[in-house]
């Protein structure tokens, strides 16, 4: 039988799987992708905790996406940007940089098309996630955002993990623990 963990965040209850990710670590694997419910929520509560001035939520492909839409939604920003994970053929003078995970073993980049680029110029943003671990990917957005002249002015999540539940700079909703194996 699967080992479960069960979260509390705000009024809703969830059970997630534990899973390892390495020898000596197992995570609750948290997947935000087809939960409605958690999205809106997550949403409404965040809104409360975005900086007064900012133009754009900036979010990684792919769980942040949803919540990303929700809160421009909620927030009336009507346009937000996606972080991809690899280059398109679509895209114009694409920006990337390297970021490395704890869920994935293979290194991987973020990568900002121009055109989105282009529209961050000289911009405050704020970065949105599901979870914020060890911060891997946090710091490879922050340094895309930068590298396109953007200014990093808020950053979200629905949980953090770990050492991460310890930064000051991050606003979240509940604590998500790392599990020893």
């Not at 955002?145 to 050492?163: H, P, S």
């Amino acid at each position: 039988m699967l080992k479960t963990f069960e979260i509390k965040i705000g009024p809703l209850t969830r059970r997630l799987p534990i899973m390892p990710i390495s020898d000596t670590t197992a995570i609750a694997s948290f997947v935000l992708l087809g939960d409605a419910e958690l999205t809106d929520y997550a949403a409404q509560a965040l809104a409360k905790r975005v900086p007064a001035e900012f133009d754009y939520f900036v979010t990684l492909e792919s769980k942040g996406i949803p919540l990303a839409q929700e809160l421009s939604r909620v927030t009336n920003h009507p346009q937000f940007v996606v972080l991809r994970k690899n280059v398109k053929d679509y895209m114009v003078a694409p920006l990337t940089v390297p970021v490395k995970a704890i869920t994935t073993s293979a290194p991987q980049q973020l990568v900002l098309d121009g055109t989105d680029a282009d529209k961050l110029v000289a911009k405050r943003v704020v970065i949105v996630d599901d979870v914020i671990s060890s911060g891997g990917s946090l710091a490879a957005a922050q340094a895309l955002i930068e590298k396109a002249g953007a200014t990093v002015v808020g950053q979200l999540a629905i949980l953090a993990e770990g050492d991460a539940v310890d930064r000051p700079d991050i606003e979240f909703l509940a604590e998500l623990p790392l599990f020893p194996r």
